[in-house]
Antibody, heavy 119, light 109 residues
Framework: EVQLVESGGGLVKPGGSLRLSCAAS????????MNWVRQAPGKGLEWVSS????????YYADSVKGRFTISRDNAKNSLYLQMNNLRGEDTAVYYC????????????WGQGTLVKVSS | EILLTQSPATLSLSPGERATLSCRAS??????LAWYQQKPGQAPRLLIY???NRAAGIPARFSGSGSGTDFTLTISSLEPEDFAVYYC???????????FGQGTKLLIK
């Protein structure tokens, strides 16, 4: 069974840092582009960042560029999101997602981990 | 940057009725548009990819169509479990990334 499990969310003060992790299982992790997508409370979905299978292509939404860093460890079947200089508007549920073989849609989602930025 | 506008924002229908959800792109796009369903407290689920292809395990009552700037998700006969929020999504090449529509909330009438 294909599974993505996020961890690392929590309460952090503005300006603080947090590292999210996503453990993948049930598929060949090293063959897939992976993404982070977030959803603020009561709001819609927002793409955050993307990393290709070999980490050669990395992209960020403008809203997080320069503050967030995506990475992966294919030997550990894991995806990461290092979040620095956090702001109130970063409060959201963060989902780990797998890009399907067409490269255009997200065919597998984790259950999400909540990040709350508040003093 | 391409924007996706979904309409209506809210749609109230009864079980058994047909639902038609719209997603309009701000400029002509490829047909690599996807649709997702999200129920309260759950992660989104892929329904349709490449505008018209059902994802694995998705019932045949869900169908997608469209090209250019206008795309449609149709649910032929609503089941109680279909009342949820639906999002369209597109990958764009420049700047590289993905865009979601703002969502359509499908409510039981």
């Amino acid at each position: 069974e294909v599974q993505l499990v996020e961890s690392g969310g929590g309460l952090v003060k503005p300006g603080g840092s947090l590292r999210l992790s996503c453990a993948a299982s049930g598929f060949t992790f090293s063959s897939y582009t992976m993404n982070w997508v977030r959803q603020a409370p009561g709001k819609g979905l927002e793409w955050v960042s993307s990393i290709s299978s070999s980490s050669s292509n990395i992209y960020y939404a403008d809203s997080v560029k320069g503050r967030f860093t995506i990475s992966r460890d294919n030997a550990k079947n894991s995806l990461y999101l290092q979040m620095n200089n956090l702001r109130g508007e970063d409060t959201a549920v963060y989902y780990c997602t797998r890009v399907d073989e067409t490269g255009y849609s997200f065919d597998c989602w984790g259950q999400g981990t909540l990040v709350k930025v508040s003093s | 940057e391409i924007l996706l506008t979904q309409s209506p924002a809210t749609l109230s229908l009864s079980p058994g009725e047909r639902a038609t959800l719209s997603c309009r792109a701000s400029q002509r796009v490829s047909s690599y548009l996807a649709w997702y369903q999200q129920k309260p407290g759950q992660a989104p689920r892929l329904l349709i990819y490449d505008a018209s292809n059902r994802a694995a395990g998705i019932p045949a009552r869900f169908s997608g169509s469209g090209s250019g700037t206008d795309f449609t998700l149709t649910i032929s006969s609503l089941e109680p479990e279909d009342f949820a929020v639906y999002y369209c999504q597109l990958r764009h090449n420049w700047p590289p990334g993905y865009t979601f529509g703002q969502g359509t909330k499908l409510l039981i009438k």
